[in-house]
């Protein structure tokens, strides 16, 4: 069946019939309208495109990440001047605890001056880029007149209703059907940001990696961060390295530096793939070459592994994928919450679908109780835990991330159908992670240390 439209082509075309010798008719064809200005057209749509390359995710949120850096380092340096004035021991701890606020300010006036320079950036930016919208706004108003028949603003009203009837419904799948966990912050409803982001001391370097916080810091390394960068083919590394606040991470100084595992890289032991986690004081990782998981305790440098289940899956057999590529070395994920450490995987056995496992404390840990879902893992880009609920992402597009899965270890119950979008950095996530002291998820991105805010029921 085919669809005619009739245009009233008589509001924009005027014919006139004339009558030429020998008996024959002509029409005149004249155009009532304006001819449409097309240079102006392209002007707009330049502007428009070079405003999309100016103002990136990475400008957006900068500025909030070096003032929040800043806003923690002010507080570590008031601590630590309360306790220097507290302190009468003969000068002798006077003199180190100087030296340690004296270390903290230069830190602090290195972040400042990146916080100044990138404020001034901003000024500049936002000046002109104000200024051309202004322009490209009149521009657009003079040519939606052209628009006689009022297409432009019916696409107009259609997309904004269609915006907030998808809206409606993700909102009201989210409140209604998110499965509850292990913890009373059982039900994520949100995922916001991103809240920080950095480059790093190495930026560009190491593609593959991941970061994040303890959640169960030994005493006085409460607000430690921890990085993993795979320093060799984007596959293997031999250390993890420390910063002693997000402020120092920022800026590049890394304290107490890098716990080597081993001097060389790739060996026994060693760290195979980006999805690692920290946990109680000990780095979890997929072992070198092996279908297991290493324990390496940071404080005694030993090295525990915990066997893992018959035809697991590894040496990049059983990635996580998108249409376009999958992610090297990414069999094995491992994960934190507010219970402990978990294992994700994937046997011969299962079809490719994913496994879950948590891994019980001891010496030497184990593998604990074992779930089998029905989600295929090389259709999954990432997965990370929170509240004893598993939850799993996909590749939307360079600028969106979807969390669209959720397995419930309680229940047993799985969901497709989640529904909540991580604005992106960059167009890869190589690692999540979920830190419940401070309910942020952490992920690295092309090199880049992302987190983001989760907000539960």
């Known amino acids: 069946m085919r669809l005619y439209v009739i245009l009233p082509l008589c509001a924009l075309l005027t014919l006139t019939e004339q009558e030429h010798q020998h008996g024959k008719c002509a029409c005149e064809l004249s155009n ?37 850096g800043l806003e923690q380092r002010l507080g570590e340096l008031h601590k630590d001047v309360q306790i220097l004035e507290k302190e009468d ?6 003199v180190l605890s100087l030296y340690v606020i ?18 001034l950036g901003h000024q500049l930016l936002t000046a002109n880029t104000s200024q051309q919208l202004e322009n490209m706004k009149t521009e657009m108003e003079e040519l939606e007149k052209f628009d006689s028949m009022q297409v432009i603003k019916g696409q107009q009203t259609i997309r904004s209703l269609t915006t907030d009837l998808d809206s409606c419904k993700r ?21 916001t940001g991103p809240v920080f982001f950095t480059a790093g001391e190495y930026p560009g370097s190491y593609p593959y990696g991941a970061w994040g916080r303890d959640p169960k810091p030994e005493k006085g390394k409460e607000s430690w961060y921890w990085v993993v960068m795979m320093t060799s083919n984007n596959r293997y590394s031999n250390y993890v ?10 800026i590049g100084v890394s304290v107490p530096g890098n716990v080597e595992i081993h001097s060389s890289n790739p060996a026994t032991n060693t760290i195979q793939g980006p999805n690692n986690v920290v946990y109680g004081g000990a780095l979890y990782y997929n072992c070198y070459d092996r279908d297991a998981v290493c324990r390496f305790n940071l404080t005694t440098k030993s090295v525990s592994t915990i066997e893992l289940h018959k035809d697991t899956r590894y040496n990049s057999k059983a990635n996580f994928c998108h249409l376009d590529e999958c992610y090297p070395y ?3 994920d491992l994960a934190t919450d507010e219970s402990g450490v978990w294992v994700i995987f994937t046997t011969a ?20 109780k074992t779930w089998q879902t029905s989600l295929y893992k090389q259709a999954v880009t990432n997965t990370f835990m929170a509240c004893g609920v598993l939850y799993a992402t996909r590749y ?32 890869n996530i190589q690692a999540l992670n979920y830190s419940p002291v401070d309910q942020m998820l952490y992920a690295y991105c092309d090199s880049i240390m992302v987190s983001y805010k989760m907000f539960f029921k």
């Open 102 to 119: 004296e270390n903290e300010m230069t830190e602090i006036k290195l972040l400042m001056d990146k916080l100044n320079s990138t404020t």
């Open 396 to 427: 939307v597009s360079e600028e969106v991330e979807e969390i669209f899965y959720s397995f419930n270890t309680v229940t047993g119950k799985e969901r497709f159908s989640v529904g909540i979008f991580i604005n992106k950095v960059s167009p």
């Open 171 to 191: 909102e009201l799948g989210v409140l209604s059907q998110l499965p509850q966990g292990t913890c009373p912050r059982s039900r994520i409803l949100n995922v």
């Open 349 to 368: 056995l299962d079809f490719g679908n994913i496994i879950l496992s948590n891994v019980e404390e001891g010496d030497p840990p184990v593998l604990g």
């Open 241 to 250: 390295r420390f910063y002693s606040s997000l402020s120092t991470l920022i």
């Open 32 to 68: 009532s309208e304006r001819a449409f200005p097309h240079e102006k057209l392209r002007r707009a749509e330049s502007s428009a495109s070079a405003c999309n390359s100016n103002i990136t995710p990475q400008k957006t949120v900068e500025l909030e990440s070096l003032l929040q």
């Open 89 to 94: 021991d003969g000068e002798l701890y006077g």
């Open 330 to 332: 990414t069999d094995l």
